[in-house]
């Protein structure tokens, strides 16, 4: 009898129900196991940087790593992850060029406390840093050929009748660096812009304008921010004498014609009359200067609120009159 109970234990432990004993506690092994893990605990945590940022005359990026050690609270799992990963990849983190300081041969250093506004970066945003083990990260930015070139806008503007720009179209910045070979870079006088189209112009314009990529080259900016100022203007149309300024004694000029028609564009409402100072004249020194005796007149001064002036005819005819 004893031993026919023994079998049919041990033939009890080993069938369906021996199975589902070994399951459950592996079941709950694992519970408790993520139970725990998803729980915070303070431990040392080191992950490696490359550094981004905009360093006139270097490259994009740092050519070597900084291992950033300190000591974080967050979840098992980050923990577990972290202290599992011998080679662990390194984070991109961009960084602001005013927050690296340079110390020579292309070396620059993040400190104190401009540290603490990549934390979220460099150990992700559920990561309670409590205090850094590294002090100073530093960086190798090596120097790279480049220059610095002008930016051109392509643009298309139309404007509502009586508007137009008050100044010229603002670029910031209104240049960039352009890094590369230096076969390539003698090819590059310039950057364009994508094109820019507006209509009906009304109104101040302000936004965001890409870069076009140049093959082979790398650009210190992708886009840049463009103005317009805009203006309702009146037109004022009047003739003027052309007079002669300069001309030494004993030298007299006579200008073909004689007088000019001006059309001056002025910011609506008008404040006061701009042809009150007005002035167009010759000046001898040009017409001294000249083999043909053709001038092109000029503007004592264009009054304040003028945006635009036009003179015509825009060439005058001058000859010297000594009888």
Same mark, same amino acid.
């Given at each position: 009898?004893?031993?026919?109970?023994?079998?049919?234990?041990?033939?009890?432990?080993?069938?369906?129900?021996?199975?589902?004993?070994?399951?459950?506690?592996?079941?709950?092994?694992?519970?408790?196991?993520?139970?725990?893990?998803?729980?915070?605990?303070?431990?040392?945590?080191? @992950?490696?940087?490359?550094?981004? #940022?905009?360093? !006139?005359? *270097?490259?994009? /990026?740092?050519?070597?790593?900084? %291992?950033?050690?300190?000591?974080?609270?967050?979840?098992?799992?980050?923990?577990?992850?972290?202290?599992?990963?011998?080679?662990?990849?390194?984070?991109?983190?961009?960084?602001?060029?005013?927050?690296?300081?340079?110390?020579?041969?292309?070396?620059?250093?993040?400190?104190?406390?401009?540290?603490?506004?990549?934390?979220?970066?460099?150990?992700?945003?559920?990561?309670?840093?409590?205090?850094?083990?590294?002090?100073?990260?530093?960086?190798?930015?090596?120097?790279?050929?480049?220059?610095?070139?002008?930016?051109?806008?392509?643009?298309?503007?139309?404007?509502?009748?009586?508007?137009?720009?008050?100044?010229?179209?603002?670029?910031?910045?209104?240049?960039?660096?352009?890094?590369?070979?230096?076969?390539?870079?003698?090819?590059?006088?310039? @950057?364009?812009?994508?094109?820019? #189209?507006?209509? !009906?112009? *009304?109104?101040? /314009?302000?936004?965001?304008?890409? %870069?076009?990529?140049?093959?082979?080259?790398?650009?210190?900016?992708?886009?840049?921010?463009?103005?317009?100022?805009?203006?309702?203007?009146?037109?004022?149309?009047?003739?003027?004498?052309?007079?002669?300024?300069?001309?030494?004694?004993?030298?007299?000029?006579?200008?073909?014609?004689?007088?000019?028609?001006?059309?001056?564009?002025?910011?609506?409402?008008?404040?006061?009359?701009?042809?009150?100072?007005?002035?167009?004249?010759?000046?001898?020194?040009?017409?001294?200067?000249?083999?043909?005796?053709?001038?092109?007149?000029?503007?004592?001064?264009?009054?304040?609120?003028?945006?635009?002036?036009?003179?015509?005819?825009?060439?005058?005819?001058?000859?010297?009159?000594?009888?």
């Amino acid at each position: 009898m004893g031993r026919r109970s023994g079998s049919k234990l041990r033939f009890s432990l080993g069938g369906r129900d021996g199975i589902a004993l070994i399951l459950s506690l592996l079941l709950s092994s694992l519970v408790w196991l993520l139970m725990n893990l998803s729980k915070d605990y303070t431990g040392l945590v080191s @992950i490696p940087v490359i550094a981004e #940022s905009s360093i !006139d005359g *270097h490259s994009a /990026q740092s050519s070597n790593r900084a %291992l950033v050690t300190a000591r974080c609270r967050t979840s098992g799992f980050s923990l577990l992850r972290s202290g599992s990963r011998k080679e662990r990849q390194p984070v991109r983190v961009r960084i602001d060029r005013q927050d690296l300081h340079y110390v020579g041969h292309d070396q620059y250093l993040l400190t104190g406390s401009a540290k603490n506004s990549y934390v979220g970066r460099i150990f992700g945003e559920e990561t309670l840093v409590e205090a850094f083990v590294t002090d100073t990260l530093s960086f190798i930015f090596p120097a790279e050929n480049h220059k610095r070139v002008r930016v051109e806008p392509l643009v298309q503007l139309s404007y509502r009748p009586q508007y137009m720009n008050a100044a010229p179209l603002k670029l910031r910045p209104d240049s960039v660096t352009v890094y590369g070979e230096a076969s390539r870079l003698e090819q590059v006088d310039h @950057i364009s812009t994508a094109r820019l #189209s507006l209509w !009906d112009i *009304h109104e101040s /314009q302000h936004g965001t304008l890409r %870069l076009n990529k140049v093959k082979g080259v790398r650009l210190s900016e992708e886009d840049v921010n463009y103005e317009l100022e805009v203006s309702r203007y009146v037109e004022i149309r009047t003739r003027v004498n052309v007079e002669v300024w300069n001309a030494p004694a004993g030298h007299h000029l006579q200008v073909f014609p004689p007088t000019a028609e001006v059309v001056l564009r002025s910011v609506f409402p008008i404040g006061s009359d701009p042809l009150q100072r007005f002035k167009l004249y010759i000046d001898w020194r040009d017409f001294n200067a000249s083999l043909s005796g053709r001038c092109v007149p000029h503007t004592l001064r264009l009054p304040a609120g003028v945006l635009d002036c036009r003179v015509e005819p825009e060439v005058f005819d001058c000859i010297e009159d000594n009888g």
